[in-house]
Nanobody
Framework: QLQLVESGGGLVQPGGSLRLSCAAS????????IGWFRQAPGKEREGVSC????????TYADSVKGRFTISRDNAKNTVYLQMNSLKPEDTAIYYC???????????WGQGTQVTVSS
């Protein structure tokens, strides 16, 4: 059974950092583009970042460019989202999913809560 499991969320002060992980089970991530998405209370889910299967191509939402970095370690079957200079408006449930980019996601993780607050 194909599963994605997020971890690494939590409470952090504005300006702080977190690293989210997306671990795959039941399949090998190597051949899949993986995306991070988020949904804040009362708002629609939005795409945050996407990384190609090779890791050579990455895309970011304008709101996170220069602050977030997506990466992957296919040997560990895991994709990461390094989030720096966090802002209160980054507060949301973060999900990883596949595919991403030109294709709508089909498989989703359960999400991990990120709260940015002083």
């Amino acid at each position: 059974q194909l599963q994605l499991v997020e971890s690494g969320g939590g409470l952090v002060q504005p300006g702080g950092s977190l690293r989210l992980s997306c671990a795959a089970s039941g399949f090998t991530l190597d051949y899949y583009a993986i995306g991070w998405f988020r949904q804040a209370p009362g708002k629609e889910r939005e795409g945050v970042s996407c990384i190609s299967s090779s890791g050579h191509t990455t895309t970011y939402a304008d709101s996170v460019k220069g602050r977030f970095t997506i990466s992957r370690d296919n040997a560990k079957n895991t994709v990461y989202l390094q989030m720096n200079s966090l802002k209160p408006e980054d507060t949301a449930i973060y999900y990883c999913a596949t595919p991403c980019g030109s294709y709508s996601p089909v498989y989703w993780g359960q999400g991990t809560q990120v709260t940015v607050s002083s």
